[in-house]
């Protein structure tokens, strides 16, 4: 089973918004009206339910899981996602109109219960609430009593009406750090009582791939099991790992003296929306490096390795590698390929090709080609220059100038 918190203490990041809640729950003055909202995984749910118990718990540690409130909430709550008198789960869903809403409000009172005591009603997935929903959950939230708190749960704020989150005080949820997910993964690995080989670069790798998503990394944990000693071969398996070591090739290849290795580099990935994917934060992260910023998605393990691989390499040649790459939805060798080589145009320049060759060889091919043994001057009819430079077949510094300004012209 996931692995949930249930204290405040034990929920890793966003210090400072649990801080304020905290303060304001021992103060009584926490608004009535939340919404938690960021992307899926990041801990709104977990934060909803804890702030839950801490408003309902009578205690004077919220949650103190002493009092006989917090004593049934516990599993009911936190692991068996039921409710109880005092906390309402309702997960919404699409089909929440008109009266599914209504039967819902009826618990938007408080008359059944001592004024001392608060209830909580969580509406997690709220953005599925429908446009009539949520105008009569306006309507109820406009006066609400001084012990009712509700707490909609969202990863799409922008799928609630503008009037629904004026109403409330937006609570967003942000990825955690590596640092604060590391801490996360190590108390797991200890609670699973795992032992992770290679730790750092084994953490290091979840991270990444998690997106410093807390749920999605410790679903690779809970995947693992329990009482095992793990290898970083064993986890990447699972996960499917790019180490962003082996880009270094190619981003150190972007000056023209490594065309050759970039191109090898290039042949030796394996493409599919992981690598991609990486390669792109790849790329974010060296422009970061050259620009002296100090947090990476890189491993720090490989970090000293790519500042000095890529030292020498202009960072404009890197943020143009990078715009070409992040314009394609899927990236193909081919497409990858092309991306590079428009990072060397001098390279092609430079080649020395004579136009009168070009057209002796063209020529020569038409004529081996022919069914005839002989070609007459009906039947084949040389280019003009102009013709043969859109078709490709006349280098551009083997023009006389005023046809290479046509060319220029007519682009």
């Given at each position: 089973m996931l692995y949930r918190p249930d204290n405040f203490n034990d929920f890793i990041g966003h210090k400072s918004i649990t801080r304020f809640c905290l303060n304001h729950i021992f103060k009584n003055t926490l608004p009535n009206f939340l919404i938690i909202h960021g992307s899926s995984g990041v801990g709104k749910t977990t934060l909803a339910r804890l702030l839950a118990l801490a408003l309902t718990c009578t205690g004077n540690i919220k949650p103190c899981y002493e009092c006989e409130h917090c004593v049934s909430a516990k599993n009911s709550v936190l692991a068996n996602n039921n409710g109880t008198s005092r906390i309402l789960l309702f997960k919404v869903s699409a089909d929440y109109k008109g009266e599914s809403t209504k039967e819902m409000l009826q618990h938007f009172n408080t008359n059944f219960i001592p004024p001392t005591l608060n209830k909580v009603i969580l509406l997690d997935e709220a953005h599925q609430m429908s446009p009539q929903a949520q105008d009569l959950l306006l309507i109820d939230t406009e006066f609400l009593p001084t012990n009712l708190y509700v707490i909609m749960i969202t990863t799409e704020i922008l799928g609630l009406r503008e009037t629904v989150i004026s109403r409330a005080i937006e609570i967003k949820l942000d990825t955690l750090s590596n640092n604060e997910l590391l801490l996360l993964l190590k108390k797991e690995a200890n609670r699973r009582n795992l032992i992770i080989e290679q730790e750092e670069y084994t953490f290091s790798a979840i991270i990444s791939w998690a997106e410093n998503k807390p749920r999605r990394a410790l679903k690779v944990l809970e995947a693992m099991g329990e009482n095992?000693?793990?290898?970083?071969?064993?986890?990447?398996?699972?996960?499917?790992?790019?180490?962003?070591?082996?880009?270094?090739?190619?981003?150190?290849?972007?000056?023209?003296?490594?065309?050759?290795?970039?191109?090898?580099?290039?042949?030796?990935?394996?493409?599919?929306?992981?690598?991609?994917?990486?390669?792109?934060?790849?790329?974010?992260?060296?422009?970061?490096?050259?620009?002296?910023?100090?947090?990476?998605?890189?491993?720090?393990?490989?970090?000293?390795?790519?500042?000095?691989?890529?030292?020498?390499?202009?960072?404009?040649?890197?943020?143009?590698?990078?715009?070409?790459?992040?314009?394609?939805?899927?990236?193909?060798?081919?497409?990858?390929?092309?991306?590079?080589?428009?990072?060397?145009?001098?390279?092609?320049?430079?080649?020395?090709?004579?136009?009168?060759?070009?057209?002796?060889?063209?020529?020569?091919?038409?004529?081996?080609?022919?069914?005839?043994?002989?070609?007459?001057?009906?039947?084949?009819k040389p280019k003009s220059d102009l013709e043969n430079i859109q078709r490709g077949a006349i280098i551009m510094q083997d023009l006389p100038p005023t046809l290479e300004n046509l060319l220029k012209w007519q682009k």
């Amino acid at each position: 089973m996931l692995y949930r918190p249930d204290n405040f203490n034990d929920f890793i990041g966003h210090k400072s918004i649990t801080r304020f809640c905290l303060n304001h729950i021992f103060k009584n003055t926490l608004p009535n009206f939340l919404i938690i909202h960021g992307s899926s995984g990041v801990g709104k749910t977990t934060l909803a339910r804890l702030l839950a118990l801490a408003l309902t718990c009578t205690g004077n540690i919220k949650p103190c899981y002493e009092c006989e409130h917090c004593v049934s909430a516990k599993n009911s709550v936190l692991a068996n996602n039921n409710g109880t008198s005092r906390i309402l789960l309702f997960k919404v869903s699409a089909d929440y109109k008109g009266e599914s809403t209504k039967e819902m409000l009826q618990h938007f009172n408080t008359n059944f219960i001592p004024p001392t005591l608060n209830k909580v009603i969580l509406l997690d997935e709220a953005h599925q609430m429908s446009p009539q929903a949520q105008d009569l959950l306006l309507i109820d939230t406009e006066f609400l009593p001084t012990n009712l708190y509700v707490i909609m749960i969202t990863t799409e704020i922008l799928g609630l009406r503008e009037t629904v989150i004026s109403r409330a005080i937006e609570i967003k949820l942000d990825t955690l750090s590596n640092n604060e997910l590391l801490l996360l993964l190590k108390k797991e690995a200890n609670r699973r009582n795992l032992i992770i080989e290679q730790e750092e670069y084994t953490f290091s790798a979840i991270i990444s791939w998690a997106e410093n998503k807390p749920r999605r990394a410790l679903k690779v944990l809970e995947a693992m099991g329990e009482n095992r000693t793990l290898s970083f071969s064993r986890i990447n398996e699972f996960i499917d790992f790019v180490d962003p070591s082996m880009f270094i090739p190619l981003v150190t290849s972007l000056s023209s003296e490594g065309f050759i290795l970039g191109i090898q580099s290039i042949n030796d990935l394996k493409f599919d929306n992981l690598t991609c994917k990486y390669l792109i934060d790849f790329l974010i992260d060296c422009i970061k490096i050259k620009n002296g910023a100090k947090k990476f998605n890189i491993p720090n393990k490989i970090l000293i390795q790519i500042k000095e691989s890529i030292k020498n390499i202009d960072i404009k040649l890197i943020a143009r590698f990078l715009s070409g790459v992040s314009k394609h939805k899927v990236l193909s060798r081919n497409l990858l390929i092309s991306e590079y080589l428009r990072i060397h145009p001098s390279l092609f320049s430079s080649i020395e090709i004579s136009a009168s060759s070009l057209l002796d060889e063209e020529t020569r091919i038409k004529t081996l080609s022919s069914n005839t043994d002989t070609v007459s001057a009906l039947e084949f009819k040389p280019k003009s220059d102009l013709e043969n430079i859109q078709r490709g077949a006349i280098i551009m510094q083997d023009l006389p100038p005023t046809l290479e300004n046509l060319l220029k012209w007519q682009k």
